[in-house]
């Protein structure tokens, strides 16, 4: 796809970045951070849509009401409260998360409102308790240049991060709490992107842009970009949740594709004078006797099956979309919203699901022509009747084009149905939190220096080039920053930071469980700490340790101490015969002796200053 004339087919797109804030919570004061600990409680609740400011039901919220879905928190000691549970108002907002939001508008040429107002949004996928979800916008049209001409900048919101899906079942959905109410930065542009690459591009400048607050956090999960695609004669697709910036051109390429595809079926649909019935049969009786197993043992629980047909669609379920992925499978993502695992159409080699005699049967029944094609679903009774209206809605909404919809980004680079495209019914005032005037002294605010002044002030502090890359570029940028005017070894801080903390993670430490205010006082007492010492000093604080146990769990040696150790392993017919060059045999015994209990650089300074003495 990446042949395509992209101006010729009228290509659009546009970004929404959604950045976690390395920051307490929005409304609470509860830690900011996943965790792998047992939950402390547990909380059952079902949602049910609400009308907007607009006086109607949003439709993606409708959608998932019809789900019917039972959902099940999980609420943690110290990262989530009884706000997170919709159980206490929200606190006034986190104003650490409000400045570097403002940063961000002040970074992009945002307008800014003279008071921000929060509003709820409507979502009740259960990843918000309250059945909304809180979110403000701090700045408006602003712009952002790039080396394919500016995109503008439509809105920067400041929001709340949705709870975690731990499991899903058939009718519940477990959610984590600790995730619920992280700060989030959330920026769309304007659908003025070209192309798939400049897609990237965009993403990759905002990326750097929100790095250089030195206030977001890293790693999986921290950011996410959802992009809006459309083409001529197509529609406005939202792929959610892209993770890396690698696969987000091949993605919308392969969007691109699809939209493409879908159109040809169009106008072929259209030549073949297809149409919808929707007329839906009951047909258990006659699957009775079937050698389908599946079947057979979905029939054994209780379960029917309905059939209905598709007229005019007959090889179109089989055609290749983009990528290896069906049409069929298209409508079947439509079916598997409720819970089904997929349909059964006679586009498909009915042999091999031994299902050859019913489908005759089921031709006869709905007086099918070779142009027409039969599909059955086996679920319980109502939950079928819905995925197979679903099929029905969605294979109508082809004869007419491309319906708007939001998918969900997969590894593979296609996208799978997720829900309906969400519009403005969604949004009411929100009545427990405070406007914030925006006065001329948050205006007056400081804006961070780029990455590449980072990366030349952290050299003039004592890193390499290599270390001072990485670190411009690492999660732990804003910690480090804080502690450059400190009077330490930034290298050693740096090294720490950037490798000693992943070899950690790698051996199974929980690193990320360790605060920022403790990891912080560790790396200002790091010349205090031997350098063989600070691991194990580090693992306790993961594991739960306090501060103060894991410093005090590293043994010691004073100067003195160690003066005395050196005298007692001094070989001096060695030296009067090595002079200097004996350090390297004399460093080995002494350092068996103190490895741990001080800093390897103080010993070999004592020792060299030792042996000086007596050449």
Do not use: W
Request: glycine share 8%; proline share 3%.
């Amino acid at each position: 796809m990446t042949g395509q004339n992209y101006e010729k087919l009228g290509f659009k797109a546009g970004i929404e970045i959604h950045q976690q804030l390395e920051t307490h919570k929005l409304f609470c004061n509860c830690q900011a951070r996943i965790t792998d600990e047992d939950p402390m409680r547990l909380i059952e609740r079902h949602l049910r849509p609400v009308a907007g400011e607009t006086g109607e039901v949003d439709r993606a919220a409708l959608f998932e009401s019809l789900k019917r879905k039972g959902f099940v928190y999980h609420g943690y000691d110290r990262e989530s409260c009884l706000v997170e549970s919709d159980d206490e108002p929200p606190h006034d907002v986190n104003r650490e998360a409000f400045r570097t939001a403002m940063q961000v508008i002040r970074m992009l040429n945002c307008n800014v409102p003279d008071e921000v107002h929060f509003m709820r949004k409507t979502v009740i996928d259960g990843s918000n308790t309250s059945g909304f979800q809180r979110t403000a916008i701090v700045g408006m049209n602003g712009f952002l240049d790039t080396s394919s001409g500016r995109v503008g900048v439509t809105n920067v919101s400041l929001e709340e991060e949705a709870a975690k899906i731990i499991k899903r079942e058939e009718d519940k959905v477990e959610y984590g709490l600790d995730r619920l109410g992280i700060p989030l930065v959330e920026i769309g542009t304007a659908p003025d992107i070209k192309s798939p690459a400049q897609a990237r591009e965009v993403a990759e400048k905002i990326g750097m842009l929100l790095r250089a607050t030195g206030s977001v956090k890293r790693g999986i999960g921290t950011i996410r970009q959802d992009v809006n695609v459309s083409i001529e004669g197509g529609a406005r697709i939202e792929i959610k949740g892209m993770q890396d910036l690698k696969l987000i051109q091949k993605t919308v390429e392969a969007e691109v594709e699809r939209q493409l595809s879908l159109l040809k079926i169009r106008d072929e649909l259209a030549e073949r004078q297809a149409r919808i019935d929707k007329e839906i049969l009951d047909v258990t009786l006659l699957f009775e006797n079937t050698k389908n197993s599946m079947i057979s043992e979905l029939l054994s629980q209780g379960k029917t099956v309905f059939a209905f047909k598709l007229k005019g669609f007959a090889g179109l379920l089989r055609r290749n979309l983009y990528l290896e992925k069906t049409f069929g499978k298209e409508l079947s993502e439509y079916a598997k919203s409720y819970g089904i695992k997929g349909f059964i159409h006679s586009d498909e080699d009915l042999g091999k699901y031994n299902l050859t005699r019913e489908f005759l049967k089921l031709k006869k029944n709905f007086n099918c022509t070779e142009k027409d094609v039969i599909g059955i679903v086996s679920e319980e009774e109502e939950r079928a009747r819905k995925a197979c209206l679903a099929i029905l809605d969605r294979a109508e909404k082809a004869t007419h084009g491309i319906p708007e919809e939001t998918r969900v980004a997969n590894t593979d680079l296609t996208t799978s149905y997720l829900r309906p495209l969400p519009g403005g019914a969604r949004m009411y005032p929100e009545t427990d939190v405070k406007p914030i005037s925006v006065t001329e002294d948050l205006l007056k605010i400081e804006l961070p220096e780029t990455l590449e002044e980072r990366k030349e002030k952290f050299i003039r502090l004592g890193l390499s080039g290599d270390l001072a890359r990485q670190m411009v570029k690492s999660r732990y940028l804003g910690l480090f920053e804080e502690l450059a005017e400190e009077k330490i070894d930034h290298a050693r801080v740096a090294d720490v930071l950037l490798n000693t903390l992943k070899d950690l993670k790698r051996k199974g430490n929980p690193v990320d469980r360790i605060g920022r205010s403790e990891l912080k006082e560790v790396l200002k007492k790091l010349d205090k700490i031997p350098k063989e010492s600070t691991t194990g000093v580090l693992e306790k604080l993961s594991r739960g340790k306090s501060l103060k146990e894991s410093v005090d769990s590293v043994e010691f040696i004073s100067i003195e101490e160690l003066d005395s150790i050196i005298e007692n392993e001094l070989d001096k017919e060695l030296i009067k015969k090595e002079g200097k060059s004996a350090f390297k045999k004399l460093m080995g015994p002494v350092m068996a002796r103190v490895r741990g209990k001080i800093d390897g650089n103080i010993v070999a300074e004592r020792l060299r200053k030792k042996i000086e003495e007596l050449t």
